[in-house]
């Protein structure tokens, strides 16, 4: 495991997608992994922690959800802009090295086979809630937060530290055509 990844206390996981970052899906089911972005995700509750993501009928990523029942949310870093926009532009189904080619390095942590994005900020580890007509109308997905990490070199404490951190770790922020904003600096009142 990466020396700079901790565990997020699950009662804070939420400040982790609070900011309304572009997020990366992933999901496995019978030795087939997949890696989407996301524009649409934001936290649902508290207690226990819950997210929702927009994941279109047409993704081979929402199939690998459905049926194993489980993905990762993670917060792609400026650093991983092409390849936030490569996962997100390409389909497994018409590139079978769609992650080799966009250059998405996987890993796992302990106790669980769930596939994380190396490089990204931070990670939730989420069990699907199944809701047949939300899922079917409107693409939405809920998500039980079961894990939560996050690079310390960008989260500390319990809270971001974008304005102290070096700017390749700050989020995504997805606008249209390939434009991407970056989160900017905080304003404390």
Known sequence: MDIHIAPVDLKKAY?????????????????V?????????????FSPPKLTVVIDKNTRTRALVE??????????????????????????????DKLE???VQLFT????????VAGCSAW????????????????????????????????????????NADPCWRSLHYIAGGQFYAIGESIHV
């Open 15 to 31: 400040r982790l997608i609070n900011h309304g970052p572009t997020v990366l899906v992933s999901a496995r089911h019978e030795g």
């Open 33 to 45: 992994v997949n890696v989407m972005a996301a524009a649409w995700a934001c936290a649902l509750d």
């Open 67 to 96: 049926k194993s029942g489980s993905f990762v949310i993670q917060i792609p870093t400026v650093a991983q802009a092409l390849l936030t926009h490569t996962v997100g532009t390409h389909s497994l189904s018409e590139e079978p």
């Open 101 to 103: 080619k966009s250059g």
């Open 109 to 116: 942590m302990e106790n669980s086979d769930l596939p994380l």
């Open 124 to 163: 939730l580890a989420c069990k699907l809630i199944p809701e047949p007509h939300n899922q079917a109308t409107y693409d939405l997905f809920i998500g039980e937060v079961t894990a939560a990490w996050a690079d310390t070199r960008v989260y500390k404490n319990g809270h971001w530290d974008f304005d």
